[in-house]
């Protein structure tokens, strides 16, 4: 049975013309309350408006929407650009949200999209809402990024985060460290750590060593306090002379409790940072990193999107993957013989 304006507004309990304003993005006449419970209903009975008029859904709007997984970590800015360099190159308006890794925010700003009739959607998944991404691949062009959804036929354009992670550490053997300690959030769903912790595990198993030798802080990303469990971690484990940080956002709560507990870089820790910064080159001790080409990302995604957009045709199931660069500054202990 098709569900209709009518059954939507009947299950919130408000007029059709309310839930006419909230499916097409007007808010104004509505208070936050009426528009969650619109919402939900919405999404309890299944009702796709824009997907199940055909008429309108053969127009096209020239809006991509982006779903970014946490806008304060500024790879994300860099890769933003390349995607919103090339929308407006190839004439399309961008459409930008921010999960803050939350699946229920994904949910929500996915139904939006879809509700306002988005061309196409280029996503960093939190990589929790499975069945929603298999129904969007089947009714709207869509090209995941940075990260891989298991199991899911869809296009991809990641990074060799193995690769990275195995640069990181091998680089800091070169420099005699002899007790590498890696330093990830404890997230499950997020191959890109996943994946640079087998970087970094085979790197140490090249070396000669044994998994007893892995030196391995996952973090819990919903504790605020990241540098107490990384303050408490290094006076736990005293003979680590070098961190292996699989995220900029940890090296800076690296950098913070290193100097809470008097230790220098690289003298005393030597650290290799996952992304490139603005910020990496200044720091007392210039960082050295592995650079993502974030930008690249963008602009390799939002090609393949339009170009399938205008071709009228999903995006051919495939993965795209780009290589890192080890950027060598002093924080490595490059110039420091143990």
Request: aromatic share 6%; hydrophobic share 35%.
């Amino acid at each position: 049975m098709k569900i209709t304006i009518g059954d939507v507004a009947q299950r919130a309990n408000v007029s059709k013309t309310t839930v006419s304003r909230i499916v097409n993005g007007n808010y104004s006449h509505t208070t936050e309350e009426t528009r969650k419970r619109v919402m939900a209903a919405i999404e309890e009975l299944d009702y796709r408006p824009n997907a199940l008029a055909k008429g309108l859904k053969s127009m096209k709007t020239n809006v991509i929407g982006i779903v970014l997984s946490n806008l304060k970590n500024p790879f994300w800015i860099t890769a933003l650009e390349g995607v919103e360099d090339t929308c407006y190159e190839l004439g399309y308006n961008l459409m930008i949200c921010n999960t803050n890794e939350e699946p229920e925010k994904e949910e929500e700003y996915i139904r939006e999209f879809e509700m306002r009739q988005v061309d196409g959607i280029v996503i960093n998944p939190t990589v929790r809402n499975y069945n929603l991404y298999e129904k969007l691949i089947d009714s709207i062009p869509m090209v995941v990024i940075n990260r891989r959804i298991p199991g899911l036929a869809t296009h991809n354009v990641v990074f060799n985060n193995v690769k990275g992670g195995f640069l990181a550490v091998n680089h800091l053997f070169n420099n005699n460290r002899k007790n590498i300690a890696v330093l990830a959030f404890n997230n499950p769903f997020v191959s890109t750590w996943r994946d640079r912790l087998e970087g970094y595990q085979s790197a140490i198993l090249a070396k000669g060593l044994s998994t007893s030798d892995f030196k391995e802080l996952k973090l819990e990303q919903s504790n605020k306090d990241v540098k107490t469990q990384i303050v408490n971690y290094l006076s736990q484990n005293r003979d680590i002379d070098a961190i292996f940080s699989t995220n900029n956002m940890i090296t800076l709560e690296v950098l913070s409790a290193l100097k809470e507990m008097n230790l220098k870089v690289p003298e005393d820790i030597a650290i290799v940072s996952y992304d490139e910064t603005v910020w990496a080159k200044h720091l007392n001790s210039p960082l050295t990193t592995i650079r993502q080409p974030g930008y690249q990302m963008g602009k390799i995604a939002a090609q393949n999107l339009i170009e399938s957009i205008q071709e009228g045709r999903k995006p051919k199931p495939r993965t795209i993957e780009l290589e890192p660069e080890l950027i060598i500054r002093d924080s490595s202990g490059s110039l420091i013989k143990k």
